[in-house]
């Protein structure tokens, strides 16, 4: 990153004026921080002490069987505190936010995996949190917003434009210009300003650390490939960041496909004619635009990869090439969860399921003696409506009539 | 002529100057351009013409909404272009306009700038573009001999004014308050004392905005500022009363 917060062309800071003051500060204390190995230390001691770090690296021998090319490998981001690795991010700029002392936190969030793990980091370090969530998403995502609520964050819907998180974003700019002073907001991906991107993706760096650490042991060399799904892309970059210098170790990123790239209906940044650079919510990069710069309306069954922008860092690798991106259609995804549930047990959130879908798209014309990593970036127990209703499961869907039947008569 | 100059041709005549902001295509252009000729009829001295973008940071409900309207209606950058031309053709005053950076970037930096001066158009304000994101605007709006409108926020420290004082042009916006546009600012003590330091800070004339809505806003600046902003008032104006309340409202300022 040079010192205006570009990573080649994209990235930069292009914010109001009214925070000019609240981003120097932001940047001081983060270079402090990054400086001072006692920070990660506290870091890391807070992560495993109340998240679940280091997180698993599983063998995955039935999937690997099932597609006969490479060992697949699945790093187990679903298994921190709040069942995503949104958590990470949070708990470091909750140290963060303790440093600089203000005194609450506003957030974004399009799953609510990110929502849910501020209201979790509010209530422990003793914040006031408010989230903003796209009206569509608070339909899509309602165990979340249970949760939020109950951890004592006001969660307020935001009904503008198409209800989902680039709006989430704009609502809370609109409320971090007005309370400037006191708030301080925790960005959950790694976009927005200058310093936002590096510094999540910083916070995000401990899941490559630790999956480069445990394929070591297991597997005794590194990986041929890892995969990744790209909302806006931290758990990538926090899971390839640690490769990047690697030779020899492809990286994939695996956006939401939705209806299909010719559908108009999908959230493809980086691989889809659809998009091009710009800049919005303080940042440039490639955007799903019109020819007028208007942001265009996204869609993906995942509420956490719907997203109209990508990480400028992401932008950067797919400019010179370092990282390689593709796309899986909603139905795609949900072969591959059903898969993956019925062969390992595990339930990967829809998110996740992209980068699965990427990875089994290609693992078996890999060799048997090579590894690659799929990052399950989160648990998909929050997507338990979603993946019912798709499924088209008929004891579910008796199960929620009875439900709403209970609570109409009441 | 440049805008600078301008402003200060009329303030020899005027204690204070008002300038009013209109979203392009919202509720419609007819509409607008009637809005337009009651705004100049009834002495207003500068307007700024937003050009509609889906993602307006910046802005409070009321011009977030025109924005959203405005786009829904089909509204296009070569309509405002268009628009702004036969308006700076009509009407005597300056025009500026505002939008966001992404409408500016996607069309060209370079073909925007030359457009906008083309048709008579003398600055820009663009929120989300601080002097060092705009290295390349602010040396190409230079070329062209218009301003790009620098911003002033009460978080602003005396060191960030003047560097912004460096690049400035025109005028200075000043801000009145933490927040987005359309809510009501208060002209109390910390606002004095923020508007003494925008003084202090550049020789520019200075416009104040945000939450500026009745003739006792306008009086509590007269001898403080150079120019009132009004914004989302005659938005919502238009919305309760219709474009003929335009003109009785903005006589009533003065
Ligand atoms: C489980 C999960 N994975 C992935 C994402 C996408 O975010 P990112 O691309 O920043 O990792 C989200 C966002 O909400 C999420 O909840």
Request: glycine letters at 10%; proline letters at 4%; hydrophobic letters at 40%.
């Amino acid at each position: 990153m040079d010192s205006n917060g570009f990573f080649g062309n994209w990235g930069g800071a292009y914010i109001p004026e009214v925070l000019h003051q609240t981003f120097q500060e932001l940047k001081k204390e983060y270079d402090r921080c990054r400086k001072d190995p006692a920070f990660w230390q506290e870091y890391l001691t807070l992560m495993s002490t109340y998240s679940c770090r280091p997180t698993p690296l599983t063998y995955a021998e039935n999937l690997t069987r099932h597609f006969g090319g490479a060992q697949i490998y699945i790093k187990r981001e679903d298994l921190n505190h709040t069942g995503a690795h949104k958590a990470n991010n949070v708990m470091g700029q909750g140290l963060l936010v303790k440093r600089m002392g203000k005194k609450r936190v506003i957030a974004e969030t399009g799953a609510g995996q990110h929502g849910m793990a501020t209201a979790t980091m509010a209530a422990k370090f003793g914040l006031d949190c408010t989230i903003y969530m796209g009206e569509e998403d608070v339909m899509r995502q309602r165990p979340n917003v249970f949760w939020m609520e109950k951890m004592g964050a006001t969660v307020v819907p935001v009904t503008d434009g198409s209800r989902t998180l680039k709006d989430a974003i704009n609502e809370a700019f609109r409320d971090w210009v007005t309370n400037v002073d006191d708030t301080h907001y925790v960005f959950g991906t790694a976009c927005g300003p200058a310093p936002f991107p590096e510094m999540v993706a910083w916070f995000q760096s401990i899941i490559g650390i630790e999956a480069a650490e445990q394929i070591i042991q297991y597997h005794h060399k590194m990986p041929k490939r890892v995969y990744a799904c790209v909302g806006g892309g931290s758990n990538a970059m926090g899971i390839f960041k640690r490769f990047l210098d690697e030779d020899g170790i492809e990286l994939v990123g695996v956006e939401a496909g939705g209806h299909g790239a010719e559908s108009g209906a999908h959230a493809i940044r980086l691989s889809s004619p659809d998009a091009s650079p710009g800049v919005a919510q303080g940042y440039k990069t490639m955007f799903l635009q019109d020819d007028d710069g208007q942001m265009k309306l996204t869609h993906s069954v995942a509420a956490g990869l719907d997203y109209v922008g990508v990480s400028p860092i992401l932008s950067d690798h797919w400019e010179n090439k370092r990282v390689r991106f593709e796309s899986a259609t909603d139905t795609e995804v949900m072969q591959a969860l059903d898969l993956t549930m019925r062969l390992e047990g595990i339930i990967p959130a829809l998110e996740s399921s992209h980068a699965f879908a990427g990875a089994f798209r290609e693992v078996g014309q890999l060799s048997k003696d090579d590894a690659i990593i799929i990052n399950q970036s989160g648990r998909g127990d929050k997507d338990i409506f979603t993946i019912a209703h798709a499924f088209e499961d008929p004891s579910w869907k008796k199960f929620i009539i009875d439900r709403g039947r209970e609570y109409s008569n009441s | 002529m440049k805008l600078e100059q301008q402003l200060r041709n009329k303030l020899k005549e005027k204690d204070i100057l008002l300038m009013t902001h209109i979203v392009l295509g919202y509720p419609s252009l007819d509409v607008n351009r009637e809005i337009i000729r009651q705004m100049v009829g009834n002495g207003v001295d500068c307007i700024e013409m937003q050009i509609p973008f889906s993602e307006p940071m910046a802005d409070g409900p009321v011009i977030l909404k025109a924005n959203q309207d405005a786009l829904a209606t089909g509204t296009k950058v070569e309509d405002c272009f268009q628009f702004a031309a036969e308006m700076a053709r009509t009407h005597e005053i300056p025009f500026l306009f505002m939008t966001y950076y992404n409408i500016i970037f996607k069309y060209g930096e370079e073909a925007f700038i030359k457009r906008a001066a083309e048709i008579g158009i003398h600055g820009f304000i663009i929120p989300d573009l601080p002097p060092e994101m705009g290295k390349t605007f602010l040396a190409l709006a230079d070329k062209y001999n218009l301003a790009l409108i620098l911003i002033y926020a009460p978080t602003s420290t005396d060191a960030r004014m003047e560097e912004l004082d460096r690049h400035a042009n025109g005028f200075i916006y000043c801000v009145a308050r933490r927040g987005v546009t359309g809510k009501k600012s208060a002209f109390d003590h910390d606002f004095d004392n923020y508007l003494a330091r925008c003084r202090a800070a550049t020789q520019l004339p200075l416009a104040v905005g945000f939450g500026i809505q009745s003739k006792e806003d306008i009086d509590a600046l007269r001898g403080k500022a150079d120019m009132a902003v009004i914004g989302s008032r005659t938005i919502q104006l238009v919305e309760t009363e219709g474009a003929e309340a335009v003109g009785p409202f903005i006589a009533g300022l003065r």
